[in-house]
């Protein structure tokens, strides 16, 4: 039993197999926050600490005992108004504009398996992997019932929450905060760990230490963002990838979040997580009910790796669904960066003839092939093949390229409008745009209203109309700018639209998902900015960056790493100079951090010479012999190349027979220094042999002293070492 609720002591606790969460219901019906950390037995409430402080205000219930205030008290889901003045996870106004969503406890639910969000993404299992608490909490005065769901895997150490939010009162009131996750952490010192960045450059971690203040990072894009990640953690100051203590939010949600750590004036920490405030403001009337989104928790007292390795397993085979889950994934040749929009019918065909004689699997046609859409500045809307620039049916297309022996994939936008568009000029009212105002754009184009049904109708059509046209295995969903101008013509409150705007975009995926069971999407939001677990539910892999640059590539996935498995990370070997950074890196090294992701190619195979071809055919015969390790094994990080002068990271089968360790040199110098690589995940005491070289290596040697890499020549060196157990004689 996962959960166990104690009558005589009103705790809920929830066991993992390392973790323990607990809560209590005290005697005014407050639900306190008691631990959540190591696994343990009995009642913690030991750890509740009463004072009569100043400035802490007492709850009527107290009378005349001041030692009792919500204002330290760590409490499980902070309304406002209760005497705690910390951040409050629900903010609610009734008719008149008064604020208070003070919460008390009112009755709970254990369930066998994990509850489902009615229209969001949400982590699945078994019933024989998982178990539901719900946790009822009501405001008499507004006839409020908030149910807190907590899902359990337990041999996941995963926790899930998400709450519902529901008019049982017969006046409406407004949602103007609705967080999913609230954590109260004993007073101490911590870190805070976020992921911020910038289009092409994502997910670049920074660790702070948490003072004496409110630190927040969210979303006000109407996306994820490439910004900053709806991931974070909390770790104590000396926490490593392998040893101390280390709590993480991941959100399932793909639009607006907001994630924030307060340390207060007695040194404990708040961390949250949920939906942006931004331009958010749901009305409720009696009987609406809002679900607040996913967020699944994890704790560590191993350090950050075993943190990643729990949310790892969760993503990959709890949250990323369908026949591509566990497939391994094509290697494919993406026209994007071979030609971008300068194609035709002729040159397609010969990508993909130059693709086949590479052994490549699959051609994708990026951008460009559709409507007048000749650059960026138009006709993202008219899903119409452009058969005089194809020459010929998009099906005739995809049938030669078919006969040639490679599958096809198509990138589509299907969220967005240009102006220049027949689609706009029957209905520009579909774009997201205040009536008394020119509209912001974002690479010149809007984006469609999906909260209306009429709009949903229509990119759903459209989808499946391309996707009918032949035989299409892959779907690239972009979506290129943010939702700059919030205002819906159908919406009875435009407080209502960036919310019913996900609901409208997970609608049209799940169809798609049902309809569509042999075609995998790969989710993209100019690279990387739409990078979260909600789209993972959708689409088991995310174009990781619209930078292709090995080198800074290296920094992105080791960001990336932290929460999202190497299945999803979506990741190309392309031409050098690179189109980013104008950095030249090995095509080996290339190759290297491409393999540690789904791997493809998106360059010019003509342009390349005859060794690079033959450098190619090679790289993807050693993609064969790696990509079930990679993206089954267990990843651990081996270096922080922002400390580190070189990166380095490993896929280690979950037995621990095989291993793959790859390392990149970022920078030669002269009579460069040793670097050896102290490898991880490798079984004590076995002996394991290079596949390639036959050389043997002693586990724990590898493990004390360190994989040696030899003297790089130029930049950007890179290694792979495939290992194989071999019993110890
Ligand atoms: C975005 C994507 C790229 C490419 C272009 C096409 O930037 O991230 O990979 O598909 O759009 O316009």
């Not at 919500?70 to 409490?75: E, G, S, T, Y």
């Not at 299992?125 to 009501?138: M, Q, W």
């Not at 019913?500 to 609608?507: E, N, S, V, W």
């Amino acid at each position: 039993m996962a959960i166990i609720y104690d009558r005589d002591a009103n705790t809920f606790t929830i066991h993992t197999a390392n973790t323990s969460y607990q809560m209590q219901v005290d005697k005014f019906g407050y639900l306190l926050h008691l631990y959540y950390g190591s696994r343990n037995s009995g009642n913690t409430n030991w750890s509740l600490l009463y004072a009569d402080r100043g400035f802490s205000a007492n709850p009527y219930e107290a009378g005349q005992d001041r030692t009792y205030s919500l204002d330290f008290l760590p409490q499980e889901f902070p309304g406002q108004g209760d005497g705690d003045f910390r951040s409050p996870a629900l903010i609610l106004r009734d008719e008149h504009g008064t604020f208070g969503s003070e919460m008390k406890y009112s009755g709970y639910e254990i369930r066998k398996g994990k509850y489902r969000l009615e229209g969001l993404p949400a982590v699945y299992a078994s019933d024989e992997e998982s178990e539901t608490l719900i946790i009822n909490l009501e405001n008499r005065r507004l006839g409020a019932r908030v149910s807190l769901y907590y899902g359990v895997l337990p041999e996941l150490d995963i926790i899930t929450r998400a709450a519902v939010l529901t008019n049982e009162g017969s006046r409406s009131f407004t949602v103007s905060r609705f967080r999913t996750a609230s954590l109260d952490m004993p007073a101490g010192r911590y870190d805070l760990h976020t992921f911020y960045g910038r289009h092409t450059m994502e997910r670049q971690h920074e660790r702070t230490s948490l003072g004496h203040c409110s630190v927040s990072v969210g979303s006000r894009r109407g996306m994820s963002s490439h910004q900053y990640n709806p991931f974070v953690m909390l770790s104590d100051p000396d926490t490593s990838e392998i040893s101390g203590r280390c709590w993480a939010m991941e959100f399932v949600y793909s639009g607006g979040f907001a994630a924030e750590a307060e340390r207060d004036q007695f040194d404990q920490v708040r961390m949250q997580m949920g939906l942006s405030e931004d331009r958010f403001s749901y009305p409720l009337e009696p009987g609406d009910s809002l679900t607040a989104p996913e967020v699944i928790l994890t704790y560590s007292s191993k350090g950050f790796e075993k943190m990643s390795h729990n949310l790892h397993k969760c993503i990959r085979s709890h949250v990323c669904r369908g026949k591509f889950r566990d497939a391994k994934r094509p290697v494919l040749l993406n026209s994007w960066e071979a030609s971008y929009f300068d194609f035709d019918g002729v040159s397609l065909l010969e990508l993909a003839k130059q693709a086949k004689e590479l052994d490549m699997e699959m051609l994708v046609v990026d951008d460009g092939w559709f409507g007048n859409r000749f650059d960026d500045n138009r006709a993202l809307g008219d899903w119409t093949p452009n058969e005089e620039k194809l020459g010929g049916s998009l099906g005739d297309l995809i049938s030669r390229v078919n006969n040639m022996g490679l599958s096809f994939g198509i990138w589509m936008e299907p969220e967005m409008i240009s102006e220049d568009s027949d689609l706009y000029r029957a209905h520009p009212e579909w774009a997201l745009a205040l009536p008394d105002k020119k509209p912001v754009r974002g690479r010149s184009q809007l984006v469609l209203d999906m909260s209306r049904k009429d709009v949903r109708e229509y990119v759903y059509n459209a989808v499946c109309g391309v996707l009918d046209c032949g035989n299409i295995e892959y779907l690239k969903w972009d979506y290129n700018s943010c939702i700059n101008d919030v205002y819906s013509h159908t919406a009875d409150d435009q407080g209502k639209v960036l919310y019913d705007y996900m609901i409208g975009l997970y609608d049209v995926l799940e169809r798609l998902n049902r309809r569509y069971p042999d075609v995998m999407i790969e989710g993209c939001c100019g690279g990387g900015g739409r990078f979260d677990a909600g789209m993972l539910y959708y689409t088991p892999q995310i174009w990781c960056s619209d930078n292709t640059d090995a080198v800074d590539r290296l920094y992105i996935h080791y960001g990336t790493s932290f929460a999202y498995p190497s299945s999803a990370v979506g990741a190309h070997v392309s031409a050098c100079p690179n189109h980013q950074t104008g950095r030249v890196t090995p095509l080996r090294t290339r190759g290297t951090v491409a393999m540690s992701g789904t791997f493809g190619y998106e360059l010019d195979p003509a342009k390349m010479s005859e060794e690079e071809k033959a450098e190619v055919r090679e790289q993807i015969r050693g993609f064969h012999a790696v990509n079930s390790l990679v993206r089954t094994g267990n990843y651990y990080r081996l270096s922080d190349p922002f400390r580190d002068d070189y990166a380095a990271w490993a896929h280690v089968a979950e037995d621990g027979s095989e291993a793959l360790i790859s390392a990149v040199i970022m920078q030669n110098h002269g009579n460069m220094h040793n670097i050896y690589v102290k490898v991880r995940g490798l079984i004590s005491g076995e002996v394991y042999r290079d596949m390639v070289t036959g050389r043997m290596y002693a586990a724990d040697a590898l493990m004390d002293a360190g994989m040696p890499l030899p003297q790089p020549h130029g930049d950007a060196a890179s290694y792979v070492f495939h290992l194989e157990q071999v019993h110890n004689a």
